[in-house]
């Protein structure tokens, strides 16, 4: 079964640094790029972060440029995201998400994982 | 920056009628765009890329269409399953940087 799933949220404090991890399993992850894409409580969704197969190219939302960082460890089959300097509007449900290609590039994300939560918050 | 904005923002139907969801884009955008389903506490569901193609294992009353600045999602007739959030998303040519719509809530009238 090709299965995403997502841990590491909680609580933390405003300023503070979290690390989100996602585990694939049921599809070769090396052979994907993968996503982060975030939902505040009640609100859309936002993609956060993008990155390559072998981790090559990263590409983030304005927002979070120079605060996370996106990696993967293609031997383990895992996906992170490291957030730094955390604040109150990055309190959300974060999903991680596999990269769909069609027309040459990756449009849209077909599997994604269950989520976990991250609240910033004193 | 495109911003793509959904209409309605709550559409009241019966199950067995049709539903007409929009998304309009601020500017004319590549197809490199899709839709999505997602139900309270879960996770979203690819419908349908490339604004017309069905994901795999999407039901045929699900059908996309449009181009430029105006795309629709269309359910032919509702069943129970189909009542539930929408969004609509878009990717730019580079750097690639996806956008969502605030979404459509399909309600049962």
């Known amino acids: 079964e090709v299965q995403l799933v997502e841990s590491g949220g909680g609580l933390v404090q405003p300023g503070g640094s979290l690390r989100l991890s996602c585990a694939a399993s049921?599809?070769?992850?090396?052979?994907?790029?993968m996503s982060w894409v975030r939902q505040a409580p009640g609100k859309g969704l936002e993609w956060v972060a993008n990155?390559?197969?072998?981790?090559?190219?990263?590409y983030y939302v304005d927002s979070v440029k120079g605060r996370f960082t996106i990696s993967r460890d293609n031997a383990v089959n895992s996906l992170y995201l490291q957030m730094n300097t955390l604040r109150a509007e990055d309190t959300a449900v974060y999903y991680c998400a596999r990269g769909f290609m069609f027309r040459g590039a990756i449009g849209a994300f077909d599997i994604w994982g269950q989520g976990t939560m991250v609240t910033v918050s004193s | 920056e495109i911003v793509l904005t959904q209409s309605p923002a709550t559409l009241s139907l019966s199950p067995g009628e049709r539903a007409t969801l929009s998304c309009r884009a601020s500017?004319?955008?590549?197809?490199?765009f899709a839709w999505y389903q997602q139900k309270p506490g879960q996770a979203p569901r690819l419908l349908i890329y490339?604004?017309?193609n069905r994901a795999t294992g999407i039901p045929a009353r699900f059908s996309g269409s449009g181009s430029g600045t105006d795309f629709t999602l269309t359910i032919s007739s509702l069943e129970p399953e189909d009542f539930a959030l929408y969004y609509c998303q878009h990717r730019s040519n580079w750097p690639p940087v996806y956008t969502f719509g605030q979404g459509t809530k399909l309600e049962i009238k």
């Open positions: 049921g599809f070769t992850f090396s052979s994907y790029w």
């Open positions: 990155i390559k197969q072998d981790g090559s190219e990263k």
């Open positions: 490339d604004a017309s």
């Open positions: 500017q004319s955008v590549s197809n490199y």
